[in-house]
């Protein structure tokens, strides 16, 4: 009987888990646990912190990869999804199979925030821009705090401004920014450089005067309006 067996083995593994601390016959057991009833919660968690422990991420990304698709509930798989995704990206620094394990996840659950923010940040480790500016318009549309969007969308901006060279979705992304927040310094600041950059010496004037307005340092108002005087000199 399957069952009975497992349950066998799973004694077995405790055993030798907790009383003579002996992890490689534990692991062992525990995988011939999996071989008969693959996807067996309490066996991934066990093999988890065994794995773990010894800093086994090899073994562990591989055993994730095998159990995952064999975990019925929805919210555990996603969960050591996530797990495969961290140890994959973090421990063994393989990139691409952790955004697949961060994609499979939204194939379940599309606003994931868990997941949105690893797979941005990957994408950014590996210089995929559509990629991570189409996932971080997601987070910034899927997050209720301005805060958070702007942060968000002057991160975009940057992303677009310095790596797909382009100006104009990425001073878009700033304008956003300053919509929702109209002392957003960054914004102001990104804004401020761009029209420099394209000798746009009246939106650059207006910048730094609006930066002005909503500074709160009286040595940063005086740099700033410094400034205004050198390019009304200039």
């Known amino acids: 009987d399957v069952t009975e067996r497992g349950g ?17 016959q534990a692991v062992e057991a525990y995988r011939n646990i999996l071989e ?3 996807g067996t919660i309490e066996v991934i968690r066990r093999l988890n912190g065994i794995y773990t422990t010894h800093e086994y991420w ?7 990869r095998e159990q995952v698709p064999h975990i019925a509930d929805l919210e555990e798989r996603c969960g050591w999804l996530i797990r495969h995704g961290q140890v994959a990206g973090d421990k063994l620094g393989d990139h691409l ?24 940040d990957l994408y950014e480790r590996v210089s995929q821009w559509e990629e991570c500016t189409a996932t ?7 997050n209720p705090e ?28 700033y304008q956003t920014a300053l919509d929702l927040d109209p002392g957003c310094a960054d914004a102001m600041r ?11 010496w009246p939106q650059v004037v207006e910048m730094l005067r609006r930066e002005t307005e909503y500074s709160r340092e009286l040595s ?15």
């Open 97 to 120: 199979r952790a955004i697949g394990a961060y994609q499979e996840v939204l194939t379940h659950d599309a606003d994931s925030l868990q997941a949105l923010n690893a797979l941005a």
């Open 220 to 234: 940063e108002k005086a740099t700033l309006l410094a400034h205004i005087g050198r390019v009304y000199c200039e």
């Open 190 to 200: 990104a804004l401020r450089e761009i029209h420099i950059k394209r000798e746009e």
């Open 8 to 24: 066998i083995y799973l004694e077995m593994a405790r055993i030798y888990e907790a009383e003579f601390e002996e992890a490689d």
């Open 136 to 142: 971080y318009s997601k987070l910034i549309f899927g």
């Open 36 to 38: 008969s009833m693959p």
């Open 58 to 64: 090899d073994d562990l990304a591989d055993m994730l």
């Open 146 to 173: 301005v805060a958070v969007q702007t942060v968000l969308l002057c991160r975009v901006g940057r992303i677009y401004e310095l790596h797909l060279l382009d100006d104009e979705s990425a001073m878009d992304r």
